[in-house]
């Protein structure tokens, strides 16, 4: 437990024992604040907070006149945390000695060997029933933690089969498609315009393919799958690639599209999973709410500091518009920001800018 629910106990504990020794004196209120103490403290550590009061308790044997209270109530509470924690030979052992402290403690109110048997017997089912009890709270413990590993390898094993599933099945496929519209591309009597519409279909495809893998890699690891649709390294496509699908699909939606791109340094792979995202969600953009009437300019710079993706597109006299954006772009903010990056949105009359920046890893 933390340390604050240890302290909380122990003020509860010192409310409630404190007061019933206080008719007894003040070496007896000290009595009652040291088992407070030690109740407390078995609960954070258990055979430490049993040994405690073991010794307040035997306490009692050296001054007749200290009286527990209501302190003796912590006992069963070390006992059950002892057991709880796993730690069976020192709780038996702490129970023992409690018990034994107690009943020579109590020979002196009792006024019959009965009484005296009585009191040792009720104390022992007492303690009994405290050990039980932590012992159980532990077998529950374990139960349920074995329940759940138990469930997480069932889970494990689901995700890896899909994983394969989507590698014999998807990924094959795809496969097929690049190596099928590339061959084409090359084949003898093609015309340039056809070509060019099988260089698209090559580069959507290795986009497609990418993202299953990233997919696939999810499912096979303990990492979240927005995570590792997000964060995996790019295998099949580049940068330029990914731009010039980028103006391939804005062109599929009648868009005319000016695409420029300057890079003093490569794009690092580890920065490309997030700005494919950033780039996929700003095509969405331009199509949902932009003017296929208007020019639509992508520009990505990549330098020695970073890389940055300028996306400019004209948008219609639509007062629903808003600069601030929707869940797309507050999406993009949140995974830029994850990674050390920003994201600037900018309406100027029908000019409609979305600028992504993302700062390069030292070493890359």
């Known amino acids: 437990m933390s340390a604050g629910a240890t302290v909380a106990i122990t003020l509860f504990l010192l409310v409630l024992i404190v007061p019933s020794t206080l008719p007894y004196g003040i070496p007896s209120a000290l009595m009652g604040v040291g088992l ?13 907070g049993g040994v405690l009061i073991g010794l307040i308790l035997s306490a009692a044997l050296i001054d007749p006149g200290l009286t527990p209270g209501l302190g003796v109530l912590v006992s069963p509470v070390a006992l059950a945390t002892c057991a709880g924690a796993g730690r069976l030979l020192p709780a038996i052992a702490i129970g023992l ?78 496969t097929e498609v690049i190596l099928l519209a590339e ?20 580069r959507t495809a290795r986009l497609s393919t990418d993202d299953l893998r990233s997919l696939m890699e999810s499912l096979r690891t303990e990492t979240s799958l927005e995570d ?32 420029i791109s300057e890079a003093e340094e490569p794009v690092p792979p580890s920065a490309t999973p ?5 780039l996929w969600e700003a095509v969405a953009n331009v ?11 992508i520009m990505s710079e990549s330098t020695s500091d970073g890389v940055e993706l300028l996306v400019r597109n004209t948008i219609d ?48």
Request: charged letters at 20%.
């Open 274 to 278: 997030v700005l494919l995202r950033c």
């Open 317 to 364: 006299a639509d007062p629903v518009v808003c600069v601030s954006g929707g869940v797309g772009l507050r999406g993009l903010r949140e995974r830029l920001s994850a990674a050390g990056g920003s994201l600037e949105v900018q309406r100027d009359g029908e000019i409609f800018l979305t600028r992504i920046r993302l700062p390069r890893e030292p070493g890359l």
């Open 97 to 174: 000695w409690h018990t034994a402290v107690i009943t020579v403690a109590s020979e002196r109110t009792a006024q019959s060997n009965a009484d005296l048997v009585a009191n040792a017997l009720v104390w022992i089912f007492l303690l009994a029933a405290a050990y039980l009890l932590g012992a159980l709270w532990r077998s529950m413990i374990l139960y349920i933690g074995a329940e759940r590993a138990r469930h997480a390898f069932d889970l494990a094993e689901q995700r890896r089969a899909i994983a394969r599933e989507l590698h014999d099945t998807g990924v094959r496929a795809i």
């Open 228 to 259: 590792g649709i997000h964060g995996s390294p790019v295998h099949a496509a580049s940068w330029d690639d990914a731009l010039q699908a980028a103006r391939d699909r804005l062109e599929a939606a009648d868009f005319s599209v000016n695409l």
């Open 36 to 48: 407070s103490l030690g109740g407390g403290l078995a609960i954070a550590r258990p055979v430490s």
């Open 287 to 297: 199509i949902r709410h932009a003017d296929p009437a208007g020019p639509v300019a």
């Open 183 to 202: 061959t084409a591309q090359r084949a003898k009597g093609v015309s340039t315009q056809d070509a060019e519409a099988f260089a698209r279909i090559s």
